[in-house]
T-cell receptor, first 111, second 115 residues
């Protein structure tokens, strides 16, 4: 079945450093979504990308959707301690409403 | 706007028992999805309900079943609990419409421990 893979699994950074997580799907995606889960919390929707090559920004966060719509990335500029958490990408399986989540990238930020 | 609420927050059950988890969807949302999240893993899709009918199912055995009610709230039932069923169970509501795969709004989850 469809697989969504994320790397790295863990990332430790000093506050102020940049951070990037990558997401790759085994199949072409109609769209991709990103979620953030704080420690002890639940996933919170960040953004949805639909178009090939799409780039969207949310303050210090930049999201990209690959030209082939099989990969995506999330880049955080100048990390802050509030960025701590696990970032998940998720894509629909086939044409269904089922979202397949990656295993996530756990970000820790040292102050 | 009322968010997604789940109950109970924590639950301890014995292997072989049955459990029912409950979820109230966010106001204005007509679709409920259930996910299982093991420690250190991403959420795994169990099933989705739309218009009170199951609309898609993941790789979970039939002992995982659900219901959606006319007010869009939902239940997840698990029979014959196994140790591996210990996980965080997340309910997510969304508004199914013209946009495919509309964003999921998750509840805080129910932490189930099977001993």
């Amino acid at each position: 079945g469809q697989q969504v893979m994320q790397i790295p699994q863990y990332q430790h950074v000093q506050e102020g450093e940049d951070f990037t997580t990558y997401c790759n799907s085994s199949t072409t995606l109609s769209n991709i979504q990103w979620y953030k889960q704080r420690p002890g919390g639940h996933p919170v929707f960040l953004i949805q990308l639909v178009k090939s090559g799409e780039v969207k920004k949310q303050k210090r966060l930049t999201f990209q959707f690959g030209e082939a719509k099989k990969n995506s990335s999330l880049h955080i500029t100048a990390t802050q301690t509030t960025d701590v958490g696990t970032y998940f990408c998720a894509g629909p399986q086939g044409g269904s409403e089922k979202l397949v989540f990656g295993k996530g990238t756990k970000l820790t930020v040292n102050p | 706007e009322t968010g997604v609420t789940q109950s109970p927050t924590h639950l301890i059950k014995t292997r072989g028992q049955q459990v029912t988890l409950r979820c109230s969807s966010q106001s204005g949302h007509n679709t409920v999805s259930w996910y299982q999240q093991a420690l250190g893993q991403g959420p795994q899709f169990i099933f989705q309900y739309y218009r009170e009918e199951e609309n898609g199912r993941g790789n979970f055995p039939p002992r995982f079943s659900g219901l959606q009610f006319p007010n869009y709230s939902s239940e997840l039932n698990v029979n014959a609990l196994e140790l591996d069923d210990s996980a965080l169970y997340l309910c997510a509501s969304s508004s199914r419409g013209q946009i495919p795969n509309s964003p999921l709004h998750f509840g805080n989850g129910t932490r189930l421990t099977v001993t």
